[in-house]
């Protein structure tokens, strides 16, 4: 199974990260707004030249997971990040509150409905992780799942369904990264008053947005409890400061790169006997014919 690239932001598997403790801005000797661009157009080149090869193997899919809170940047991050790769060998989902026929399903029917399949990158902006968040935070929603029981277990036992399914994919060759792209308080205010305040953002504004800042402290002790119950060496979360696009986004296309890099992807091989035909075609070709 993949094992998870070393990194500054990798979340360990000891139970010992906390949240509190993760810095949301880059560190002192992080490279400048200019240098970090230049790294992330290397990064992201190195991702479209391995995308053709995962593609032409056919034996493992590459999932991409982003979290964050609002305004952390997920969607300017997957663009830039997959800008240049061929769009016929990704997949992006983007999950929004479920529908009446998801409900009527377990928690991870409605993400393994669109899964990538073998030879693809596969990307969720949000995933099955908000039912361990969103719902954490309003246990209000659970009232629309109609479980059978919903009991003081509930979070252990689905950070343990989790836990069996990624293990399951990965046992499968489906390659996980996940993201949770860690933007301040502070930050994420700024943020939505540039929304406010420039018309041509103003889409992306949502009143509920703000309401939700009311519920911070909540997200962020869910987060905390997520990103230590299901970091893994097979399904790898990375905790990467998002007060700074340029940084983050670089650091996330380089996480990326290094983790297509350790999959020595090989395009297939050709037999002797290919090899032979493929000569004689070669000849016919050539003649004209």
Not at 80 to 103: I, M, R, T, W, Y
Request: with cysteine; glycine share 4%; proline share 6%.
């Amino acid at each position: 199974m993949f094992e998870a690239v070393d990194s500054a932001w990798l979340v360990p598997f000891d139970g010992a990260f906390r949240l509190g403790a993760s810095p949301t801005s880059p560190p002192a000797e992080a490279p400048g707004k200019r240098d970090s661009r230049e790294r992330l157009a290397a990064a992201s080149k190195m991702i479209d030249e391995l995308q053709p090869a995962l593609y032409a193997e056919n034996r493992r899919a590459l999932l991409l997971i982003f979290q964050a809170l609002d305004a952390a940047g997920k969607d300017g991050t997957i663009r830039a990040v997959l800008e240049g790769v061929n769009p016929a060998g990704c997949q992006v989902h983007s999950f929004k509150a479920p529908s009446d026929e998801e409900l009527d399903h377990d928690f991870l029917w409605r993400t393994a409905m669109r899964l990538p399949e073998r030879g693809r990158i596969g990307v969720f902006n949000r995933s099955y992780y908000e039912e361990v968040l969103v719902v954490r935070v309003h246990p209000e929603f659970l009232e629309r799942q109609r479980l059978p029981d919903a009991g003081d277990e509930l979070w252990e036992e689905r950070f343990e369904s989790i836990r069996d399914h990624e293990q399951h994919l990965a046992r499968n060759g489906t390659v996980i990264l996940k993201f949770f792209l860690n933007v301040s308080k502070e930050e994420q205010r700024q943020r939505f008053l540039s929304r406010l305040d420039e018309p041509e953002k103003h889409w992306k504004f949502s009143e509920r947005d703000v309401a939700e800042r009311g519920h911070w402290d909540a997200y962020m002790h869910a987060y905390d409890h997520v990103l230590r119950a299901t970091s893994r060496s097979w399904a790898p979360w990375y905790a990467v400061p998002a007060d700074s696009k340029p940084f983050m986004r670089m650091a996330v296309a380089e996480t990326i790169a290094a983790a297509m890099q350790s999959m020595d992807l090989r395009y297939p091989t050709i037999d002797a006997e290919a090899l032979a035909r493929f000569h004689h075609m070669r000849e016919h070709l050539s003649s004209g014919q």
